[in-house]
């Protein structure tokens, strides 16, 4: 393969720029040349796409967002839009394509590779959501963001004696709460992934203060509930405190990437380029016991998908996930 291009599409996250720089560096190392595709699927559709230079990739590796841009372009669920975009590569003599994306832009990837136009996922999100590896770029820093916005908010906790719920990202994934409320000391973490009782949670709520504690800090993922919908509930069910809901919104999604997503997206980057180098499509970079992995992107994307594969081993989604029962502090 002699020319790829990378693109950025779903939700941005820290650490997507060094992940492209991985990439063009990687592929200009090996002598192909690289191309940055603007706006994900949608600049893809529309010819967006131009030449990069290993310059053009300094000074990125510290910067969140994305300098490819991001954006949703539903249309690319359709064959026609699919056909349009890998138009647009051959016109440009592109033979693969980097993702960095999460599931829906798997799901773009997976199209492309279908009609015989080799892609490769790397996993930007956030969320940590994504089956076939476990931690996605973007994951540390949304966590460490989080984390120190719930520090902060302990503090004026404490002086007040206040009950927060501290609502955070991550769609249907319990990961950043989960991370950011054992880190941060919560009280309580509540996620998608475990049911729970508002009566339990007035309860302990009660007993905190009972038992001479100056605030209870409730850690919240959006994928189970808002922040002002729980507050509802727990003051339905008796809470007598005083509550206030803080929800922390996109402040996660931006920021310079810490140093291990800056390493992730490196080592990604640079596999992904290998991957294509070798005529391999279809596939989704990984982590997994601390070891680079690639998957079938298949296997990655398809909804509801607990495990992928790995040349025949089952890997099983973000195993911390099995330890939960161990948080129970
Ligand atoms: P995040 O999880 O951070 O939001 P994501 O990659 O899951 O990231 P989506 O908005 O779901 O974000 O998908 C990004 C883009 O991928 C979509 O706007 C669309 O262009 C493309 N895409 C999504 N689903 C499909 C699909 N089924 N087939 C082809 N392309 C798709």
Redesign the pocket.
């Known amino acids: 393969m002699k020319r790829i291009a990378v693109l950025t599409?779903?939700?941005d996250?820290p650490g997507m720029n060094a992940a492209v720089r991985a990439v063009v560096r990687k592929a200009i190392y090996e002598g192909m040349e690289v191309f940055g595709i603007n706006y994900?699927?949608a600049g893809m559709v529309a010819g967006d796409i131009f030449p990069l230079t290993g310059r053009d990739v300094g000074d990125k590796i510290s910067r969140g967002g994305t300098f490819l841009y991001s954006a949703?372009?539903?249309e690319?669920?359709e064959v026609e839009g699919q056909l349009a975009g890998i138009e647009q590569l051959k016109k440009h003599g592109i033979e693969g394509v980097v993702v960095v994306?999460?599931?829906?832009?798997y799901?773009?990837a997976m199209?492309l590779t279908e009609h015989g136009f080799p892609a490769v996922g790397v996993p930007g999100?956030i969320?940590n959501d994504i089956v076939g590896t476990d931690y996605t770029i973007g994951f540390d820093t949304a966590v460490t963001t989080a984390l120190d916005a719930i520090d902060k908010i302990r503090d004026t906790s404490s002086s007040h004696k206040r009950t927060f719920i501290v609502e955070v990202m991550g769609?249907s994934a319990g990961d950043i709460a989960l991370w950011a409320g054992i880190g941060a000391g919560a009280d309580e973490i509540l996620i998608p992934e475990h049911d729970f009782d508002v009566n339990e949670l007035v309860a302990s709520i009660k007993h905190g203060y009972k038992n001479g504690k100056n605030h209870n800090i409730i850690v919240l993922a959006e994928g189970v509930m808002s922040g002002s919908e729980l507050a509802k509930k727990v003051k339905a069910a008796g809470d007598d405190s005083d509550l206030r809901v803080s929800t922390l919104g996109h402040i996660q999604r931006g920021g310079t990437p810490t140093a291990r997503d800056r390493v992730l997206a490196s080592w990604m980057g640079a596999r992904a380029v290998e991957l294509l180098k070798a005529g391999r499509g279809g596939l989704a970079v990984g982590i997994h016991n601390e070891k680079l992995v690639e998957s079938p992107i298949l296997g990655s994307a398809e909804e509801g998908a607990l495990f992928s594969l790995d040349n025949g081993k089952i890997i099983v989604n973000n195993p911390h996930k099995a330890n939960l029962d161990l948080f129970k502090l």
């Open positions: 599409s779903g939700g996250a994900g699927y949703r372009f539903p690319f669920a994306g999460g599931d829906g832009s799901h773009g199209r999100t969320d769609r």
